[in-house]
């Protein structure tokens, strides 16, 4: 090979990297919202939730991790349940009041009435179909429950009796969201497809999806319409409650070899956008422009999950233990 041609190739390779990392420039979130709070756990935490009490909540994981907070989520302390020596790995707590809930894997079921002072297993048939994945407590003695396999049931009695809200199971879902008006949005495994279904319906209703990528996850912004991440580093929103019609896609941040794992909003102007090696994006005018919060980049996590219980009071979840903690409004560079 010439100098000349060698030398040739070395100019293209520098001018590909210059485009790529000009490509992946994003406006800057300054003065970051968010603080990496200490809990005393390595599980990987899936979910959590607050009592009547703001100050009091609860997290959940791995290796049967129950993690318990009174001062709002500056600090917790491990807590365990005496259930039997089952390595379970709880994925989902919900409170209404000091009534609670939570879900795992293998079966599992538990309840409190006294914001976890004490919790009960609530016994579960061996007919049930996949395991429970959410739970949802919608008032006294009353909650909504998913299964794995996309499976709906509601109980109105403390968990004695549950009701099939839908006839048949799905198979093995990716993740599965409810609306605050009790829809249901359901990712396959694979991610190849997405189904729905929201109350007098009898089954649920598949759709492909509408690009070659994968779809990641999905869910229901503040305004009724519906947003999927697909792989890539793709975002995306339905224009209407048409979940047949959406907007063009969106890349937050281009050329990122980064997953985008879930989304959130904290106002209907602010949404949260998390992903993979500590990657957190934010948009404040509703989704048609992007910032990166670079300040938590070097968090050693996937963040998996970010839940804002109120505007004031929101977490991200990641692995191994991390927990980000909303601190304040964010700005702009």
């Known amino acids: 090979m010439s100098i000349v041609r060698f030398l040739k190739q070395i100019l293209i390779l520098l001018a590909i990297a210059v485009l790529a990392a000009s490509c992946s420039q994003v406006a800057s979130v ?99 179909p996949g395991a429970p994945n959410t739970i949802l407590a919608l008032d006294s003695n009353s909650a909504e429950m998913t299964t794995n396999v996309g499976a709906i049931y509601r109980t109105s009695d403390g968990g004695r009796t549950w009701q099939a809200l839908v006839q048949d199971a799905l198979g093995v879902v990716r993740n599965i969201s409810r609306s605050p008006d009790g829809k249901y949005v359901a990712v396959s495994t694979k991610g190849n497809f997405y189904s729905t279904w929201e109350p007098g319906l009898d089954a649920w209703v598949g759709h492909n999806r509408n690009s070659s990528r994968r779809v990641q996850n999905m869910g229901f912004t503040q305004d009724g319409r519906m947003w999927m991440l697909a792989r890539g580093g793709q975002v995306q929103f339905s224009k209407s409650d048409d979940i047949e019609s959406w907007d063009e896609v969106q890349y937050p941040e281009m050329s990122t070899s980064w997953g985008l794992l879930d989304l959130a909003y904290r106002t209907p102007d602010e949404i949260w956008l998390a992903g993979g090696s500590g990657n957190l994006l934010c948009s404040l005018d509703g989704g048609k422009t992007w910032q990166k919060d670079r300040e938590v980049e070097d968090v050693a996590s996937n963040f998996y999950k970010i839940v804002f219980v109120t505007p004031e009071q929101g977490f991200i979840i990641g692995q191994r233990g991390i927990l980000l903690k909303y601190q304040g409004e964010a700005k702009s560079a």
């Open 30 to 128: 300054t003065n970051s919202p968010w603080q990496v709070i200490n809990v005393p756990t390595q599980a990987t935490l899936a979910d959590i939730a607050f009592t009547a009490d703001s100050n009091h909540g609860w997290l959940v994981g791995s290796d049967s991790t129950l993690v318990e907070t009174t001062d709002g989520g500056k600090t917790w302390q491990v807590r365990r349940v005496d259930v039997d020596s089952q390595n379970y790995r709880f994925t989902s707590v919900s409170f209404a009041g000091d009534e609670g809930w939570v879900t795992g894997e293998p079966a599992i079921l538990l309840h409190t009435t006294d914001g976890g002072t004490s919790w009960s297993r609530i016994p579960l048939s061996n007919k049930l």
